[in-house]
């Protein structure tokens, strides 16, 4: 291939390139590229398109005038956020300007479109996608740069880019390959070493993909129904720390979020929002909640993804967290949250899980307990039904279990949620429906506890999720979300979950593939981009403690160590002299190799001119030699000149001869010996050759 359909077509991949790129980023939809990417083929090969346009006076300006109007119109009224309105404004102009391209340089501007659309999409791009994308165009780009210099030099000494040499393009591919693969090391070098502080925040696109009413300070009942359907995974959960358990020891594992303490006209609501902000800790951490040494403890890293909610999951009782913000937020009923969390993030959390024997430091006070107990004015069956439910029990431990218990055995679990009645939901779904979904089940539990004079709140969160072997962590959905309640019994808050749930809400597992390929997005988003500068400190001590283990572990260093030091020098002087010698003798039989051959027509005449005593000097360029045969023959001058030229084209330029130029070569070579022949022969042993 040529230097300039070469040209032409690595422009083209970087442009759809950057493209995909949009598309990994959710900046562009699949049907969008698809259009564009139609557009930019069709526009690619229609180049009497490009005349047309430019044929009329003004088209060319007043598309450029009405673009800039709309993008303006676009990025102030229409556009969700900033990134998305500049990069449609990228795409209207990659299209216009290959629409519109006539020199190289324009090609340049496709190719500089491109890498934008790349610096795009790389904050909102954390899956492992975006590295093949960025690999295919650090390789074309690469390529596109060599060959744009090919052709711009072609340009400037007058020649046509497409006599170009044949196969050019697969050697500057191979060169580009092999000068992106040192570039990459030499980037992935450096982006391990330079230190970072943290991570930029994200502002030009601040909306969010989806808001969850089930995590804010109002959830009607049934908030959760549109959504424990959907499969989108909202974050991966790690234990860390020796000792950990099985996943199947760990059933009743849930991520706690949100809690509600007022119930009033089918919704819960959070009677005291106000938060208060904790400072890192000089440990570095935020420390939430003292250690009581009453349950287990477990650490969690938590990958977090942007779904609409501003509140840290964990398992309750949290101790503390570590994550990269001034301050995270703190109510009263033990919810963790950071202000404008925006993007994915990691963090890792400490828990105190429950324990049956576990006891509050502070019991409640009087207001405090009036706030748990309060209901606002429901019928009498309500409290009828928890009383005749917890009739044989003798403390309130054992009347709330009994509750619990007697929801998740005698009603049904489901997704169909349909108002019947105009009923108080918790009425109707007690005596009418029978049946509902998590919020129903629990909204019922800490009515009917506080009928009977139990203090208790609702809690939103997630279960514990799907377990991944081959990432080892749980992946949390969209469809795991989940409510439950919490009920201060003998000095302690208690987990009370009496949604059936398990049945209702098995789903098919996902294929081993899915799992493996998810397990590789976690790993490239902790080490590639949310890697820190503590992991590049944490990761210099493992090196180093390796390298201490494995040095007492080479016994033959000591064997070494007792030769005399002469010994030593001889040998590393040897194995120097060895590779020089074997890289000495690689570069001459590759100098060989690359050694062009000289043209037949060229040879011919040399050899000719030789056994007339005409042979060329050291040092004497091709042009000084045919000068010097001018003037010892000139009837041979105009000949030899013609294929002294056409030797240096062929032999410098790298261009093969048209068919003209053949024809040209021939009759040159033919006049020559011709010439030659006619002279009387004139032997200048001075000039021979052996």
Do not use: K
């Amino acid at each position: 291939m040529t230097p300039a359909p070469a040209l032409r077509l690595a422009t083209l991949l970087l442009a759809l390139d950057g493209l995909m790129a949009l598309n990994l980023a959710g900046l562009l939809g699949t049907a969008g590229l698809l259009a564009v990417t139609l557009a930019l083929a069709l526009a690619w090969r229609n180049e009497p398109l490009r005349d047309r346009l430019e044929a009329v006076p003004g088209l060319s300006r007043g598309l450029v005038l009405v673009a800039a109007g709309v993008s303006a119109l676009d990025l102030v009224y229409v556009a969700a956020s900033l990134l998305d309105g500049l990069a449609r404004l990228l795409v209207f102009l990659l299209v216009y300007r290959v629409v519109m391209r006539r020199a190289l340089r324009d090609l340049r501007d496709v190719a500089f479109l491109a890498f934008f659309m790349l610096v795009a999409a790389a904050p909102l791009t954390f899956g492992v996608g975006f590295l093949f994308v960025f690999l295919v165009f650090l390789v074309l780009g690469t390529w596109m740069l060599m060959l744009y210099h090919v052709a711009t030099e072609s340009e400037r000494v007058g020649e046509r880019s497409e006599d170009g040499v044949g196969a050019l393009g697969r050697d500057l591919l191979g060169l580009a390959v092999g000068a992106s693969a040192a570039t990459l090391v030499l980037t992935a070098a450096l982006f391990f070493l330079i230190p970072r502080v943290g991570q930029a925040a994200l502002t030009l696109r601040s909306h969010q993909p989806r808001m969850l009413t089930g995590f804010s300070d109002r959830v009607e009942l049934g908030a959760f129904g549109d959504i424990e359907t959907d499969a989108t995974v909202v974050m991966r959960v790690r234990l860390l720390g020796p000792g950990l358990l099985a996943p199947e020891r760990l059933p009743g594992l849930r991520w706690r979020g949100l809690a509600l303490d007022r119930y009033a006209g089918g919704a819960w609501t959070s009677s005291r929002r106000e938060r208060a902000a904790v400072r890192r800790s000089p440990l570095g951490r935020f420390e939430l909640a003292p250690f009581r040494g009453t349950g287990p403890v477990v650490m969690q890293e938590v990958y977090l993804e942007p779904f609409g909610a501003d509140v840290l999951f964990a398992a309750p009782r949290v101790l503390a967290v570590e994550l990269r913000a001034d301050a995270v937020l703190v109510d009263d009923m033990a919810g963790v949250s950071v202000p404008n969390a925006a993007a994915r993030f990691r963090y890792v959390a400490e828990s105190e899980l429950e324990s049956g024997g576990a006891r509050d430091v502070r019991p409640l006070d009087d207001e405090t307990r009036a706030r748990y107990l309060e209901l606002p004015p429901l019928p009498p069956r309500v409290r009828g039904l928890a009383l005749e439910i917890t009739a044989s029990a003798r403390e309130p431990r054992e009347a709330a279990r009994a509750l619990a218990a007697h929801l998740a055995s005698r009603y049904r679990y489901t997704l169909a949620l349909r108002r019947a009645t105009s009923l108080d939901p918790v009425e109707e779904f007690l005596f009418v429906q029978r049946a509902g979904n998590c919020e129903y089940f629990a909204a019922a539990l800490a009515v009917m506890l506080r009928s009977l004079d139990v203090p208790a709140r609702v809690v939103n969160g997630f279960q514990r999720g799907e377990w991944n072997p081959y990432g080892g962590y749980f992946m949390v959905r969209l469809r795991d979300a989940h409510s439950w309640v919490e009920a201060y019994l003998d000095g302690a808050w208690v987990t009370l979950d009496p949604s059936p749930r398990g049945a209702a809400d098995a789903a098919g597992a996902p294929a081993e593939v899915a799992l493996y390929l998810d397990a590789l997005r976690v790993r490239w988003y902790r080490y590639i981009v949310n890697w820190s500068l503590q992991d590049q400190v944490m990761t210099a001590l493992r090196v180093r403690e390796a390298a201490l283990v494995w040095r007492p572990r080479a016994p033959a260093l000591a064997e070494w160590r007792r030769l005399p030091p002469g010994i030593h020098v001889l040998l590393a002087l040897s194995a120097v002299t060895a590779a020089l010698l074997r890289w000495t003798r690689r570069s001459r039989a590759a100098t060989g190799r690359r050694a062009p051959a000289m043209p037949a027509f060229y040879g011919r005449a040399l050899a000719a001119l030789a056994r007339r005593g005409l042979v060329p000097a050291a040092g004497e360029t091709a042009r000084e030699f045919a000068a010097r045969v001018a003037s010892a023959v000139p009837a041979g001058a105009a000949p030899f000149v013609a294929l002294t030229t056409a030797y240096e084209r062929l032999r410098f330029g790298a261009t093969p001869p048209s068919e003209d130029e053949a024809r040209l070569i021939q009759r040159s070579d033919t006049e020559l010996l011709h010439q030659l022949a006619a002279l009387h022969p004139r032997y200048n042993p001075a000039s021979r050759t052996r």
